[in-house]
Every structure is written in C-alpha cells, then in structure tokens.
C-alpha cells in the first residue's frame, strides 16, 4: 500500500501552459488570465513535469542534465510547494 | 524607453454589441457614440505588434466577442503567436459548432458570466431569458475540455445567494469561481444606489466563501474581489497605469484600463493611426499617470504610493472630479468622506431609489450620452486583472 504513490508520474495540469518568455527572459506559466515569472531551476523542473517522470526519475534527470549533486531536497521543496499551489497533478504511468 | 516594462496583458474588445443588457456592465454608458469596429486585418496587425512587444496573455471581450464572426480566425493567430488566448462571454452563441472550431483554433480557456444561481434574477439582471441557456453552455465548455473560469459580478440583490453561486460552479465543473463584487464604474456607476450592497451583506458572504474553501480544498478555486468602497486603502489599479495592461476598443482606441474612456480631457492614441509600440512607450496617454511624477498630495509624499501606485484614476475622478487626486478609498484622501457617504446611504436605503434602474441597451446609451452633462461622472466594472492572481 505505501511503494505504489512513488510510482507516480508528475504532471503540470492542463489548465497550465508554461513557455519561455524571450521579453522576460525567463519561463512562465500561463494560466487562466494569470501569469507567473518562473526563476530558472523552476522553469527547469517544471519542464519536466510532463507526465514521463516520477519524482526520483525527475530528481536523477536534473543531476544528470546539470552535472549536479545533491539537489533532490531542493527539488522536492519545489514540487511540494508546486502542488500546494496546484499546478501539479499525479499521474499514473502510461502504459 | 528602457525603464518601461512591456505590457504583458492584451485585451481585445472586439464590439461593443451585445445580446445582454446588464445593469453592472463596466462599458462607457455612451458606447453608441463609438460604433465603429476594427477589420479583421487591423485585429491581427494588433495582436502582432503586442506580441512582439511581449504580451503573453489575450482576453477577447466586449460586448459579446463571439457576435464577430471572425473570432476563430483571431484566436487562431493569437495561440500561434504564443499567446495564452481567453475568451470572456455570456455564452449567447456559442454553438457545439463554434466550441468545436474554437478548440481546432487552440482558445485556452472560456470565462463563461452568470448573474445569479436563479433563473429569475439572472433574467431580470441582464434583462435576458438566457440562465437555461448558460446551464446548458457551461455542459458544453466542459464537454470540449476547456478549462472554465464562472465569473459572477456581486451586488445587493444576490450577495445573499453566495452559497447556491458557488454550488453551481461546483456542479458545472469550473476550475475557478470568480466572485467579483460591483465596482462602480459605466453602468455600475449609473446604477451605484441600487446595486450597492451593505457592510453585514458582505462580512456575511464573505464568511460563506471561507467556509467553502476550507471544505472544497482544491477542487474549485475561489476568488472573491472586495469591493474597495468598503476598504480604507485603494486597489492597485491595474497594477498601475501604463504598467501591464493594454486594451483596445472596439473602434481602436487604446486604453490604460478598461474604463479610462470616462476619463475627461485625455485623447486616446488609435491603432488606425500609431503603431502599438508608440501608444504604449510614447503616447501623452500612457505616460500620463505612469510612476508617480504625476501624484499630488496626500500620495506624492506617502510611502505606501509604491504599494498601490495611488489606487484608480477612474475613481478617482468620478468621486473627486480630479483624476490625479488619490484614489477616495484611502483613508488619507481629503475626499474620503464622499466614499463613507455613500456605503452609509446603501446601508439606511433599503429600497431604493427615485431613478429606475437603468438597462445596458442602445436606448438608454443615447439618452446618457446626451444628457447635459454628458456621461457624468460619479462611471466602470473592471474585472479582475493579470498580476493580481498570485
């Protein structure tokens, strides 16, 4: 009962759109008559929320794509408070 | 022009024509003194050009944008330029055909208006039989799988249904519920004594949407905008003037905020004559009020100016007759009796008034328009804005 949640895929809700901006210089996510300014490791994380990742995949392709070590605590910050906000929904793999 | 940010907020009034004739609207009551509409080319050129400056997000209004036919054909270019595309309606025609050629086209997302939960006021507030009419295309909206914001404009008569608002957004399914109370301006103004609701009916509603967040979680997002007439500081008017959002009229008159038309001795730069990079970074009108050069007292020496950026020029205008006098909501105001004055008549008036209420229709614009006084002042109802949502 408790292995199966990890297995989950993370995914931006689609009622999110996120783009690079080039007049901001930076990614934003785009929502219903909103908008909000995404700092860059936001923008690289949430990039990746597209439904093929779990969070420790999510984690491992972050290191692996900066050359980058122990950035898993900051990441799973990020995504909690991502989904505190609602941006992120849980999916389960595709088949 | 490089200490001034690019607008980022783009909305297209594309008529002023319109199948309801709401009491509220924000539109300039004198709106038949501007019927011409821009063509099909001179939209796209606009959707270019504020594009290119670095619009990100598009709002198609009005009146009632789907009464031109050629809205797929805008939103179409505005999501292939990149823009998040927002279609703000009553529903009166929008068909299963134009939700299917508006999901082809690739709209993002529909705001879909109701004036009450009852048939009977929704009815009678927009002097329309079209509550059956929104059930059934707020079912739809869903069905296409577009996300759907409900926006329902509060006042006197249905702050009392507040929760009944907000079990029908539920049951339709929308991401998001905007309960947007009156703020008065253009109709609204006009209709300021009956639609003015008291300081018990808002503490009451507003004590019944917290109940509902707390029980709803994340199913359904609740935003309820207080009406500023009940506060003691201004609103960040649009996040200030010139500062992100651009609207264009029906005609193409460019606007600071959707109800500056009502503003005396301002003469709008039109996108038939000046490019969108003119009107935003040079025109008289933008720069008018932008940053605080132009502030006077209390404002000019208030350090919370950085805050609201002196609250609305609108409002400012109609309670003071002085646009760049501070907003009368603030407590600081020299004039914020005038502000008190009217909440406490709202409060001791429990039916009004010697004056009808008074439709949104071509009639009743011509007879405002021409009145002595011409559209007076003490008129707007401006939704609510990007860069407000955090």
């Known amino acids: 009962m408790t292995?199966?949640?990890?297995m989950l895929k993370l995914k931006l809700?689609?009622?999110?759109?996120?783009?690079?901006e080039p007049a901001q210089e930076a990614h934003v996510l785009l929502y219903p008559e909103g908008m909000v300014k995404l700092n860059q490791s936001a923008g690289e994380i949430l990039k990746r929320c597209d439904g093929t990742r779990d969070i420790d995949t999510l984690i491992a392709d972050l290191q692996q794509a900066f050359d980058a070590q122990g950035i898993g605590d900051e990441v799973r910050l990020f995504v909690a408070?991502?989904?505190?906000?609602?941006?992120?929904?849980?999916?389960?793999a595709a088949p | 022009m490089s200490d001034i940010a690019p607008p980022l907020w783009l909305l297209a009034e594309l008529t002023y024509r319109c199948p309801l004739h709401c009491v509220f609207c924000y539109n300039p009551v004198n709106y038949t003194d501007h019927s011409s509409e821009l063509s099909t080319d001179q939209w796209l050129a606009v959707l270019r050009e504020a594009r290119a400056l670095g619009a990100a997000q598009l709002g198609f209004?009005?009146?009632?944008?789907?009464?031109?036919?050629?809205?797929?054909?805008l939103v179409r270019e505005g999501r292939q330029l990149g823009f998040y595309t927002n279609l703000i309606t009553s529903g009166?025609?929008?068909?299963?055909?134009?939700?299917?050629a508006l999901k082809e086209a690739g709209l993002d997302h529909i705001q879909l208006s109701f004036q009450d939960s009852t048939q009977e006021l929704n009815d009678f507030l927009s002097s329309t039989r079209t509550f059956d009419l929104k059930n059934r295309v707020a079912k739809s909206i869903k069905e296409h799988g577009f996300p759907m914001v409900l926006n329902c404009v509060l006042h006197r008569y249905n702050l009392p249904h507040v929760d009944k608002i907000i079990d029908m957004a539920l049951a339709m399914g929308a991401e998001y519920l905007e309960l947007a109370n009156t703020q008065y301006y253009g109709w609204a103004h006009t209709n300021r004594a009956q639609l003015m609701p008291?300081?018990?009916?808002?503490?009451e509603a507003e004590a019944v949407v917290?109940?509902?967040r707390s029980e709803i979680g994340d199913r359904c997002k609740i935003f309820f905008v207080v009406p500023d007439y009940f506060e003691t500081r201004p609103k960040r008017c649009m996040n200030g003037w010139g500062a992100v959002f651009l609207g264009i009229a029906p005609d193409g008159a460019a606007l600071p905020c959707h109800t500056a038309r009502s503003l005396p001795g301002l003469t709008f730069p039109n996108v038939t004559t000046h490019s969108i990079r003119e009107i935003w970074y040079d025109s008289d009108v933008f720069n008018r009020f932008r940053g605080f050069d132009w502030m006077k007292e209390p404002c000019r020496s208030c350090e919370e100016k950085t805050i609201d950026a002196g609250g609305c020029r609108c409002q400012a205008y109609l309670l003071t007759g002085d646009p760049a006098n501070a907003d009368p909501v603030c407590d600081k105001s020299p004039h914020?009796?005038?502000v008190i004055n009217v909440v406490r008549r709202a409060a001791v008036e429990r039916e009004p008034q010697a004056q009808p209420i008074m439709f949104r229709n071509d009639s009743n614009s011509r007879r405002l328009a021409a009145s002595p006084d011409g559209p007076h002042p003490d008129h707007h109802n401006v939704p609510d804005l990007a860069g407000v949502r955090k």
Not at chain 2, 61 to 73: H, K
């Open chain 1, 13 to 20: 809700k689609a009622i999110f759109r996120l783009q690079w």
């Open chain 2, 210 to 212: 917290q109940r509902y």
């Open chain 2, 336 to 338: 914020h009796e005038a």
């Open chain 2, 92 to 100: 009166v025609g929008l068909t299963d055909k134009r939700l299917d």
């Open chain 2, 198 to 203: 008291t300081a018990e009916q808002l503490k």
């Open chain 1, 3 to 6: 292995a199966p949640t990890l």
């Open chain 1, 81 to 92: 408070e991502a989904e505190r906000r609602g941006w992120l929904e849980s999916v389960e």
């Open chain 2, 61 to 73: 209004s009005g009146g009632e944008p789907l009464l031109r036919d050629d809205l797929e054909v």
